[in-house]
Protein backbone atom coordinates (compact mmCIF):
# COMPACT_ATOMS: atom_id res chain seq x y z
CA UNK A 1 0.00 0.00 0.00
CA UNK A 2 2.79 2.23 0.84
CA UNK A 3 4.03 2.38 -3.00
CA UNK A 4 0.54 3.55 -3.95
CA UNK A 5 -0.69 7.30 -4.68
CA UNK A 6 -2.01 9.04 -1.29
CA UNK A 7 -5.59 9.45 -2.54
CA UNK A 8 -5.26 6.09 -3.16
CA UNK A 9 -3.92 5.04 0.27
CA UNK A 10 -6.76 7.33 1.82
CA UNK A 11 -9.04 5.27 0.64
CA UNK A 12 -8.36 2.21 2.58
CA UNK A 13 -10.71 2.97 5.52
CA UNK A 14 -10.08 0.38 8.57
CA UNK A 15 -10.79 1.01 12.47
CA UNK A 16 -8.07 -0.59 14.29
CA UNK A 17 -8.96 -1.88 17.79
CA UNK A 18 -6.33 -3.33 20.54
CA UNK A 19 -7.47 -4.35 23.31
CA UNK A 20 -5.10 -5.79 26.44
CA UNK A 21 -3.76 -9.30 26.04
CA UNK A 22 -5.77 -10.61 29.09
CA UNK A 23 -9.32 -9.29 27.10
CA UNK A 24 -7.74 -10.87 23.84
CA UNK A 25 -9.77 -14.20 23.91
CA UNK A 26 -13.14 -12.69 25.06
CA UNK A 27 -13.04 -9.71 21.93
CA UNK A 28 -12.17 -12.59 19.95
CA UNK A 29 -15.15 -14.76 21.03
CA UNK A 30 -17.47 -11.52 21.26
CA UNK A 31 -16.61 -10.91 17.05
CA UNK A 32 -16.74 -14.38 15.58
CA UNK A 33 -19.91 -14.13 17.24
CA UNK A 34 -21.50 -11.43 16.04
CA UNK A 35 -20.23 -12.18 12.49
CA UNK A 36 -22.52 -16.12 12.87
CA UNK A 37 -25.40 -13.96 14.33
CA UNK A 38 -25.10 -10.95 11.58
CA UNK A 39 -25.58 -8.20 13.61
CA UNK A 40 -22.80 -6.45 11.73
CA UNK A 41 -24.61 -6.65 8.41
CA UNK A 42 -27.57 -5.56 10.31
CA UNK A 43 -25.97 -2.56 11.49
CA UNK A 44 -23.05 -1.54 9.14
CA UNK A 45 -23.83 -3.60 5.70
CA UNK A 46 -22.56 -6.38 4.36
CA UNK A 47 -19.26 -4.57 2.98
CA UNK A 48 -18.08 -4.52 7.20
CA UNK A 49 -16.06 -7.27 7.47
CA UNK A 50 -14.74 -7.46 11.00
CA UNK A 51 -11.30 -9.76 11.34
CA UNK A 52 -8.12 -10.16 13.13
CA UNK A 53 -5.07 -8.28 12.71
CA UNK A 54 -1.98 -9.90 11.50
CA UNK A 55 1.66 -9.29 12.26
CA UNK A 56 4.60 -11.33 11.86
CA UNK A 57 4.10 -14.00 14.06
CA UNK A 58 0.67 -15.02 11.84
CA UNK A 59 0.44 -17.13 9.02
CA UNK A 60 1.53 -16.64 5.77
CA UNK A 61 -2.14 -17.43 4.53
CA UNK A 62 -3.47 -15.30 6.64
CA UNK A 63 -0.95 -12.51 5.84
CA UNK A 64 -2.27 -13.07 2.01
CA UNK A 65 -5.72 -12.62 2.49
CA UNK A 66 -5.27 -9.75 4.82
CA UNK A 67 -3.49 -8.30 1.62
CA UNK A 68 -6.34 -9.12 -0.67
CA UNK A 69 -8.83 -8.00 1.67
CA UNK A 70 -7.04 -4.54 1.83
CA UNK A 71 -7.07 -4.88 -2.25
CA UNK A 72 -10.44 -5.11 -2.25
CA UNK A 73 -11.55 -2.41 0.60
CA UNK A 74 -9.38 -0.05 -1.29
CA UNK A 75 -10.87 -0.62 -4.66
CA UNK A 76 -14.49 -0.18 -3.16
CA UNK A 77 -14.53 2.80 -1.50
CA UNK A 78 -12.74 4.38 -4.37
CA UNK A 79 -15.35 3.37 -6.28
CA UNK A 80 -17.88 5.31 -3.68
CA UNK A 81 -19.12 8.06 -2.77
CA UNK A 82 -21.42 9.46 -0.11
CA UNK A 83 -23.77 12.23 0.70
CA UNK A 84 -25.67 13.61 4.00
CA UNK A 85 -29.61 12.97 3.67
CA UNK A 86 -32.18 14.58 5.91
CA UNK A 87 -35.60 13.53 6.92
CA UNK A 88 -35.02 9.88 8.60
CA UNK A 89 -36.28 9.38 11.97
CA UNK A 90 -34.33 6.82 13.94
CA UNK A 91 -32.89 3.69 11.24
CA UNK A 92 -32.60 1.39 13.98
CA UNK A 93 -35.83 0.86 14.61
CA UNK A 94 -37.38 -2.24 12.76
CA UNK A 95 -40.61 -2.82 10.40
CA UNK A 96 -41.72 -5.91 9.43
CA UNK A 97 -42.81 -7.51 6.07
CA UNK A 98 -46.19 -9.46 6.25
CA UNK A 99 -48.08 -11.61 3.70
CA UNK A 100 -51.87 -10.74 3.32
CA UNK A 101 -53.23 -13.39 6.09
CA UNK A 102 -50.39 -11.19 8.92
CA UNK A 103 -48.02 -13.46 9.29
CA UNK A 104 -44.65 -11.66 9.06
CA UNK A 105 -41.99 -12.72 6.79
CA UNK A 106 -39.28 -10.96 7.71
CA UNK A 107 -38.29 -8.06 10.16
CA UNK A 108 -35.74 -4.85 8.88
CA UNK A 109 -34.65 -1.85 10.24
CA UNK A 110 -34.56 1.10 8.83
CA UNK A 111 -31.12 0.67 7.30
CA UNK A 112 -31.80 -2.79 5.55
CA UNK A 113 -34.74 -1.12 3.88
CA UNK A 114 -32.68 1.18 2.31
CA UNK A 115 -30.02 -1.23 1.39
CA UNK A 116 -32.32 -3.44 0.00
CA UNK A 117 -35.52 -1.68 -1.45
CA UNK A 118 -34.16 1.32 -3.20
CA UNK A 119 -31.81 -0.15 -6.35
CA UNK A 120 -30.77 0.65 -9.78
CA UNK A 121 -32.39 -0.34 -13.45
CA UNK A 122 -30.32 -3.16 -13.59
CA UNK A 123 -31.91 -4.23 -9.81
CA UNK A 124 -28.22 -3.97 -7.80
CA UNK A 125 -28.80 -2.39 -4.74
CA UNK A 126 -28.25 1.55 -4.96
CA UNK A 127 -27.52 2.11 -1.02
CA UNK A 128 -24.18 0.46 -0.02
CA UNK A 129 -23.72 1.51 3.40
CA UNK A 130 -26.47 3.52 5.49
CA UNK A 131 -24.74 5.57 8.90
CA UNK A 132 -26.55 7.29 11.44
CA UNK A 133 -25.08 8.36 15.01
CA UNK A 134 -28.21 10.24 16.74
CA UNK A 135 -31.88 9.49 16.37
CA UNK A 136 -33.23 12.20 13.42
CA UNK A 137 -29.48 13.12 12.82
CA UNK A 138 -28.18 13.12 9.05
CA UNK A 139 -27.90 9.64 7.38
CA UNK A 140 -24.40 9.38 5.83
CA UNK A 141 -26.08 7.43 2.22
CA UNK A 142 -22.62 5.57 0.67
CA UNK A 143 -23.67 5.01 -3.54
CA UNK A 144 -21.70 4.03 -6.09
CA UNK A 145 -19.95 6.91 -8.12
CA UNK A 146 -21.91 6.56 -10.91
CA UNK A 147 -24.13 9.65 -12.63
CA UNK A 148 -27.46 7.01 -12.64
CA UNK A 149 -26.65 6.77 -9.20
CA UNK A 150 -26.19 10.79 -8.39
CA UNK A 151 -29.59 11.48 -10.25
CA UNK A 152 -31.34 8.82 -7.79
CA UNK A 153 -29.72 9.78 -4.72
CA UNK A 154 -30.13 13.25 -5.41
CA UNK A 155 -33.83 13.03 -6.15
CA UNK A 156 -33.99 11.06 -2.28
CA UNK A 157 -32.03 14.28 -0.74
CA UNK A 158 -34.45 16.63 -2.38
CA UNK A 159 -37.75 14.64 -0.84
CA UNK A 160 -37.16 11.99 0.88
CA UNK A 161 -40.72 10.55 1.32
CA UNK A 162 -41.79 11.71 -2.33
CA UNK A 163 -39.12 9.63 -3.79
CA UNK A 164 -39.82 6.56 -1.37
CA UNK A 165 -43.12 6.30 -2.46
CA UNK A 166 -42.16 6.76 -6.50
CA UNK A 167 -39.49 4.68 -6.58
CA UNK A 168 -40.47 1.99 -4.50
CA UNK A 169 -43.82 1.87 -6.36
CA UNK A 170 -41.69 1.30 -9.79
CA UNK A 171 -39.89 -1.42 -7.83
CA UNK A 172 -43.31 -3.24 -7.07
CA UNK A 173 -43.05 -3.14 -3.45
CA UNK A 174 -46.38 -3.57 -1.46
CA UNK A 175 -48.10 -0.30 -0.82
CA UNK A 176 -49.10 -0.92 2.64
CA UNK A 177 -45.14 -1.89 3.34
CA UNK A 178 -44.16 1.39 1.86
CA UNK A 179 -46.77 3.86 3.76
CA UNK A 180 -45.39 2.23 7.07
CA UNK A 181 -41.59 2.57 5.76
CA UNK A 182 -42.69 6.53 5.93
CA UNK A 183 -44.53 6.02 9.13
CA UNK A 184 -41.58 4.89 11.34
CA UNK A 185 -38.50 5.78 9.49
CA UNK A 186 -39.21 9.56 8.23
CA UNK A 187 -40.35 12.82 9.08
CA UNK A 188 -44.14 13.75 9.31
CA UNK A 189 -43.73 17.03 7.57
CA UNK A 190 -41.86 15.45 4.29
CA UNK A 191 -44.66 12.52 4.03
CA UNK A 192 -47.54 15.75 4.14
CA UNK A 193 -45.22 17.94 1.18
CA UNK A 194 -44.86 14.90 -0.57
CA UNK A 195 -48.54 14.94 -2.26
CA UNK A 196 -47.05 18.26 -4.11
CA UNK A 197 -44.44 16.49 -6.03
CA UNK A 198 -44.45 15.20 -9.07
CA UNK A 199 -42.40 12.09 -10.19
CA UNK A 200 -41.50 10.91 -13.61
CA UNK A 201 -40.81 7.11 -13.71
CA UNK A 202 -39.64 7.03 -17.35
CA UNK A 203 -36.73 9.43 -16.08
CA UNK A 204 -36.63 8.62 -12.53
CA UNK A 205 -36.14 12.32 -11.46
CA UNK A 206 -38.74 13.90 -9.00
CA UNK A 207 -39.60 17.80 -8.92
CA UNK A 208 -40.25 19.45 -5.58
CA UNK A 209 -43.17 21.34 -4.98
CA UNK A 210 -40.97 24.67 -4.86
CA UNK A 211 -39.30 24.00 -7.84
CA UNK A 212 -42.99 23.27 -9.60
CA UNK A 213 -43.50 27.26 -8.18
CA UNK A 214 -40.49 28.38 -9.84
CA UNK A 215 -41.30 26.86 -12.97
CA UNK A 216 -44.80 28.12 -12.92
CA UNK A 217 -43.56 31.61 -12.21
CA UNK A 218 -41.06 31.41 -14.99
CA UNK A 219 -43.50 30.31 -17.82
CA UNK A 220 -45.72 33.05 -16.68
CA UNK A 221 -43.60 35.50 -17.04
CA UNK A 222 -42.99 34.43 -20.45
CA UNK A 223 -46.41 34.40 -21.36
CA UNK A 224 -46.18 38.33 -21.24
CA UNK A 225 -47.08 40.46 -24.10
CA UNK A 226 -43.80 42.20 -23.42
CA UNK A 227 -41.63 39.35 -23.01
CA UNK A 228 -38.96 38.71 -25.97
CA UNK A 229 -36.39 35.95 -26.18
CA UNK A 230 -33.85 37.86 -27.55
CA UNK A 231 -31.76 34.34 -27.20
CA UNK A 232 -33.49 32.94 -29.40
CA UNK A 233 -33.99 35.24 -31.76
CA UNK A 234 -29.86 35.34 -31.74
CA UNK A 235 -29.58 31.59 -31.98
CA UNK A 236 -31.95 31.82 -35.32
CA UNK A 237 -30.30 34.60 -36.92
CA UNK A 238 -26.98 32.89 -36.28
CA UNK A 239 -24.92 32.69 -39.27
CA UNK A 240 -27.37 34.89 -40.97
CA UNK A 241 -26.38 38.23 -43.06
CA UNK A 242 -22.68 37.54 -41.94
CA UNK A 243 -20.07 39.47 -44.46
CA UNK A 244 -18.40 37.17 -46.55
CA UNK A 245 -14.48 37.36 -46.56
CA UNK A 246 -12.50 37.37 -49.31
CA UNK A 247 -9.92 34.71 -50.23
CA UNK A 248 -7.08 34.33 -48.88
CA UNK A 249 -5.32 34.06 -53.03
CA UNK A 250 -7.70 36.80 -53.75
CA UNK A 251 -6.33 39.60 -50.96
CA UNK A 252 -3.54 40.27 -53.00
CA UNK A 253 -4.59 40.00 -56.54
CA UNK A 254 -2.07 42.34 -58.67
CA UNK A 255 -3.47 41.97 -61.68
CA UNK A 256 -6.61 43.25 -60.62
CA UNK A 257 -7.31 47.31 -61.10
CA UNK A 258 -7.30 47.66 -57.33
CA UNK A 259 -6.28 45.52 -54.13
CA UNK A 260 -6.35 46.86 -51.07
CA UNK A 261 -9.20 49.86 -50.36
CA UNK A 262 -8.27 53.13 -48.72
CA UNK A 263 -10.37 55.27 -46.13
CA UNK A 264 -10.95 57.71 -49.13
CA UNK A 265 -13.41 57.37 -51.45
CA UNK A 266 -11.70 59.69 -54.15
CA UNK A 267 -8.58 58.04 -53.90
CA UNK A 268 -10.35 55.10 -54.73
CA UNK A 269 -12.11 56.24 -57.64
CA UNK A 270 -8.87 57.84 -59.25
CA UNK A 271 -7.09 54.65 -58.68
CA UNK A 272 -9.66 52.26 -59.94
CA UNK A 273 -9.49 54.02 -63.07
CA UNK A 274 -6.12 53.67 -64.71
CA UNK A 275 -6.89 56.16 -67.65
CA UNK A 276 -6.89 59.11 -65.35
CA UNK A 277 -3.69 60.40 -64.13
CA UNK A 278 -3.07 63.31 -61.61
CA UNK A 279 -2.86 67.12 -62.42
CA UNK A 280 0.47 67.56 -61.52
CA UNK A 281 2.97 64.43 -61.83
CA UNK A 282 7.10 63.87 -62.18
CA UNK A 283 8.27 62.02 -64.38
CA UNK A 284 11.82 60.97 -65.38
CA UNK A 285 12.38 59.56 -68.61
CA UNK A 286 15.37 58.56 -70.57
CA UNK A 287 16.12 61.63 -72.90
CA UNK A 288 16.92 61.30 -76.63
CA UNK A 289 20.24 63.18 -77.60
CA UNK A 290 23.02 63.64 -80.09
CA UNK A 291 25.06 60.57 -80.13
CA UNK A 292 27.88 63.51 -81.57
CA UNK A 293 27.81 65.56 -78.47
CA UNK A 294 26.33 62.86 -75.93
CA UNK A 295 29.62 60.84 -76.38
CA UNK A 296 33.51 60.71 -76.52
CA UNK A 297 35.85 58.56 -77.90
CA UNK A 298 36.50 55.02 -76.52
CA UNK A 299 37.35 55.22 -73.24
CA UNK A 300 36.73 58.77 -72.65
CA UNK A 301 35.71 60.34 -69.57
CA UNK A 302 32.11 62.09 -69.60
CA UNK A 303 30.42 64.14 -66.83
CA UNK A 304 26.60 64.15 -66.05
CA UNK A 305 24.74 66.77 -65.25
CA UNK A 306 24.64 65.86 -62.01
CA UNK A 307 28.65 66.55 -61.91
CA UNK A 308 29.43 62.75 -61.17
CA UNK A 309 32.71 61.18 -63.11
CA UNK A 310 31.30 58.08 -64.74
CA UNK A 311 33.90 55.96 -67.26
CA UNK A 312 32.04 54.24 -70.25
CA UNK A 313 32.75 53.56 -73.42
CA UNK A 314 30.87 53.34 -76.59
CA UNK A 315 27.85 55.37 -77.46
CA UNK A 316 26.24 55.96 -74.12
CA UNK A 317 23.67 58.61 -73.09
CA UNK A 318 25.54 61.00 -70.94
CA UNK A 319 22.60 62.71 -68.86
CA UNK A 320 19.19 61.66 -68.09
CA UNK A 321 16.59 64.29 -68.53
CA UNK A 322 13.70 65.21 -66.39
CA UNK A 323 10.72 66.56 -67.26
CA UNK A 324 7.93 68.62 -64.98
CA UNK A 325 4.46 68.94 -66.30
CA UNK A 326 2.02 71.65 -64.84
CA UNK A 327 -1.28 72.62 -66.25
CA UNK A 328 -0.29 75.97 -67.20
CA UNK A 329 3.91 75.38 -68.01
CA UNK A 330 5.95 72.44 -69.57
CA UNK A 331 9.60 72.61 -68.48
CA UNK A 332 12.30 70.66 -70.37
CA UNK A 333 15.91 70.25 -69.43
CA UNK A 334 17.71 69.16 -72.56
CA UNK A 335 21.16 67.67 -72.37
CA UNK A 336 22.93 69.82 -74.95
CA UNK A 337 23.66 72.32 -72.84
CA UNK A 338 24.83 70.60 -69.63
CA UNK A 339 27.29 68.87 -72.47
CA UNK A 340 28.80 71.53 -73.70
CA UNK A 341 29.21 72.78 -70.33
CA UNK A 342 31.44 69.90 -69.49
CA UNK A 343 33.12 69.95 -72.40
CA UNK A 344 34.45 73.74 -71.61
CA UNK A 345 35.15 72.86 -68.14
CA UNK A 346 37.18 69.85 -69.77
CA UNK A 347 39.18 71.97 -72.27
CA UNK A 348 39.61 74.87 -69.26
CA UNK A 349 42.90 74.42 -67.65
CA UNK A 350 42.50 74.33 -63.98
CA UNK A 351 46.40 75.74 -63.33
CA UNK A 352 44.97 79.74 -64.68
CA UNK A 353 42.84 80.15 -61.93
CA UNK A 354 45.83 79.86 -58.94
CA UNK A 355 47.75 82.58 -57.49
CA UNK A 356 50.66 82.66 -58.61
CA UNK A 357 53.89 82.80 -56.21
CA UNK A 358 57.67 82.94 -57.09
CA UNK A 359 60.03 79.93 -56.45
Not at 211 to 218: G, P, R, V
Request: aromatic share 8%; net charge negative.
Amino acid sequence: MSRLPSDIQTCRKVIHLEVDKQHHDLVTHLVSYAKKQGIYNKWWGSHAHPTEGVDWQSSPGDIKRAAKFAVKTTNYNASMTSIDVYGFLNLNDTIDAKRPDGTIIRTFTGRECLTTFFKFQDSSSLIAEVHQQVPLGTASLVYPNIPEGEKLISGLAKQVAAFTLGHLGDQAVDESFVLEFLRIFVDPQLIHEASYCVWDSDTQTLQTKAELDETNASNELEEQGWWRDVVLQYENTKGQGKRPFASQKALFDLDGAQSVKTMHEANDASSADPSQESSKRVRISKATVDPEKSTTSSGGSVVSDEGRENTRSGDTPTSVGVRVDEDSQDMDYSTGSSASVASMASDADPTEDLPRTDG
